[in-house]
């Protein structure tokens, strides 16, 4: 394999989900676009690492600063969502379901690779509980984020926040027969009134 | 999202498997890693725009005229392995198996796309048929893989060149009860003297 060709496969096999096959595969498909598509591409690359930057206030990521959430009048201010990452954010905004504004905790509680509270952005959240009446909890359903959750739960109901959690059960267009034992009982144990 | 990333996940998404939400969890990797090793990313796809092109005798990819292999001594040039791309060749060459060199198609027959014998490299094959005693034919088994396969022995016999094909059957490792029917017929058809 030509040395540049080799090159750009092992910095493609550097991201996230991209094995060498893939990586080698992506990269005969940049030799086959036109040179202005590749330089796109990189120039876009590049973009990102100049102009974006974590919003002083929430720490999601924005080109002006505080964010487009944050300085948004029309947000509710008095709900605030914690969310574990940046791209947290965007799944729950295309909900349409909440209208409050968010902190991100930019990591997760794990004790065993060395993260504990102090890592977390949790002295910035904190700061922003003034005139704060809920705080929902939406880390990931798997153990760090539980046990994060746990941890904020326990934080912010001795300073008198109400915290609430996202609910965990089936997936809509889900099936009884094919949900998973721990799934299935946090579905039982959440039911609602009809 | 702001501009900019919208912008690289816009420009990710054009990649092959890639779709928008892998493109925006690698935008969102590209956004953690140092900007060392972002513009390392960037360059390197500059780079394969800037110095690599095919090779004049085989169509291979290649920072030099003729290409490594096409220019190795070493190679015996009375076998020539005729492959649909340039990332073909390198599973080959990675069995250790074949010696010989190779030619790339740049393509393969789809009438129904268009793709005729004259949108493929087959000029250059023939003129580079003196002194090979042997065509491997190792377009992919599929439709199109076949029917082009089948369209260059009828070619290449008719001037007298012993052209093989690659064997089908199952993989090794495989299992007889989870081979589809079609492999399985191959397999049978290609069964061999032990």
Known sequence: ???PLARLVGEL???????????????????????EDAAALASSILEIKERLFHCCECNGITDVDPCSICSD??????????????????PIERTGEFLGRYHVLLGV???Q???????????????RLAGIEEVVLATNPDVEGEATALYLARLLKSKNIRVT???????????????????????????REL
């Open 165 to 191: 959690r996202l609910a965990f059960g089936m997936p809509v267009g889900g099936d009884i027969e094919y949900t998973d034992e721990v799934t299935l009982a946090r579905s039982l144990a959440g039911r």
């Open 113 to 127: 690779r060395g993260i504990g509270p102090d890592q977390l952005a949790i002295d910035g959240l904190l700061r």
């Open 73 to 90: 009048p029309g947000r509710d201010s008095r709900l605030l969502c914690v969310v574990e990452q940046p791209f947290n954010i965007r």
């Open 1 to 3: 394999m030509p040395a």
């Open 109 to 111: 509680l794990a004790p």
């Open 13 to 35: 096999s550097r991201l996230p989900g991209i094995g060498p096959k893939t990586a080698t595969r992506l990269a005969h498909h940049l030799l086959t676009v036109s040179k």
